[in-house]
């Protein structure tokens, strides 16, 4: 017999569950405790909600928090979360309509006899169908996750209008070593470095 797929006897209680869990903080583990202690529901029948969140991938199997937890608590990615809760746990019935978040409640009702072997007015059937069209009260199918992505680094381009080397400053230093004559003629030393001056020195 195949598996049925994730359901609570009392899912009257799921909305309030899930709202609380959209405040509270996030938990190391969900346990018993947390749900019983932090969330406020002390039925043992609100309890059925534990396995059905590791059904759905909200939870791990050992009660952390999954990923998809914390994107169903983040308000901008709430509804698209729960939509792949959805289908994550309701693959059997997404294998049979690919569609199936669009079918009506008499059509997902044939689904789950289907997939169950149960009959129409079994009680598992309205729980099953109970679940479902809770969870579906807080998802969106339609809804795409905007991921802002940073901008691409501008590239330099070189301007035409430059010469290659147009921006690179050289200084050059010369060191002039004289042979000054033997003389006392000091208009020939003047000649020298008048010389020096007019040929070598200016720019």
Known sequence: MPE??????????LSKILNKVKQAKTPDRFNYDFLETTL????????????????????ASDGTPTDLYKRFRNPAQSHAAIAEAIRKGYAQLFEKNESAH??????????FVEITGLQNESSTIRSLLGTLE??????????KISVTE???????????????????GMNLAYTINLVLPKTDDVAVFNAIFKGLRENLLRK
């Open 4 to 13: 049925y797929p994730p359901f609570m006897n009392a899912y009257g209680s």
């Open 40 to 59: 406020g529901f002390k039925s043992s029948s609100a309890r059925a909600f534990i396995p059905l969140a590791k059904r759905l991938g909200l939870l």
């Open 102 to 111: 669009t079918l009506g409640k008499k059509e997902i009702e044939g689904l």
């Open 134 to 143: 809770t969870l579906k009260s807080f998802a969106s199918f339609d809804q």
């Open 150 to 168: 940073p901008p691409p680094e501008e590239e330099e381009v070189p301007d035409k209008d430059k010469a290659p080397h147009e921006d690179i």
